[in-house]
């Protein structure tokens, strides 16, 4: 027998041990494999966009196709009404950005997109930030995403502020700095070359950032070695809304 404190106590932690056994059990049974943390990549029998099942070329040459369109202005007709019931179980999307927070730039429309098509991650000057890096391992270890495309922009503000930090030893009020404090070792890794300083540091960011992610987690990285995910930088084009994609 157990007096009242001490049986309110261990019922807490049956529940609390009981609730732990059961999320690990659900992460079980909808896994085909673990990933680095314990966390699992989700295999589901049938997904609710089956045409998102793609590997890391197919889903790559899938978002070069869409920004043709965009460009050529022969965007799709999508249907946002009967998609709805379909994204209501769950999501499984063909590949994630990490893109600027510049209104100019919107993902879904640069690449012909429908809801559930992209897992989109934002932050101005398009830099993987510990936030960034966990909403794409998340996008990697449970939604088994087979592409990142770090997504850059021409006349970006956060990396021309970067630019003048670096150059002309501009300062920034707030929490602005931690933005250009970011940015600016890509500045500084270009700041001799010829050419528009701008859009030399705009490319090297996103070319830093491909090589970040999996530099920085092993859930990204090992899903890249395996051959299951593919990184690849862009830079979209304002005029045009064309997107160069970086070897």
């Not at 106590?9 to 049974?29: E, G, M, P, Y």
């Not at 589901?44 to 369109?69: F, H, M, W, Y």
């Amino acid at each position: 027998m157990c007096d009242s404190k001490s049986c309110a106590h261990a019922a807490a932690s049956s529940r609390r041990s009981f609730l732990r056994s059961s999320l690990a059990t659900a992460l079980a049974v909808a896994a085909g494999g673990a990933l680095p943390g314990g966390l699992a990549m989700a295999r589901t029998a049938s997904p609710p966009k089956p045409q998102n099942v793609l590997d890391p070329d197919a889903a790559l040459a899938r978002l070069a196709e869409g920004n043709e369109r965009y460009v050529s202005g022969t965007a799709l007709r999508h249907d946002f009404v009967h998609e709805r019931p379909v994204l209501t179980g769950g999501q499984n999307p063909y590949a994630a950005v990490l893109g600027c927070a510049d209104s100019r730039i919107v993902p879904e429309y640069t690449f012909d997109c429908a809801r559930g098509d992209l897992f989109v991650a934002r932050v101005a000057g398009n830099f993987a930030n510990d936030d960034m890096l966990g909403s794409l391992e998340y996008a990697v270890a449970v939604l088994g995403v087979p592409l990142i495309l770090v997504l850059g922009h021409e006349k970006c503000g956060a990396v021309d502020a970067a630019v003048k930090a670096v150059t002309q030893s501009a300062q920034y009020p707030g929490r602005i700095p931690s933005l250009v404090s970011a940015i600016a070792p890509s500045v500084e890794k270009v700041r001799g070359a010829a050419g528009n300083l701008l859009e030399a540091a705009t490319a090297q960011n996103v070319r830093d950032n491909v090589a970040a992610l999996a530099g920085r987690s092993a859930i990204i990285r090992d899903a890249a070695q395996a051959g299951k995910l593919r990184i690849a930088g862009g830079v979209y084009h304002l005029a045009t809304g064309r997107v160069e994609f970086l070897s």
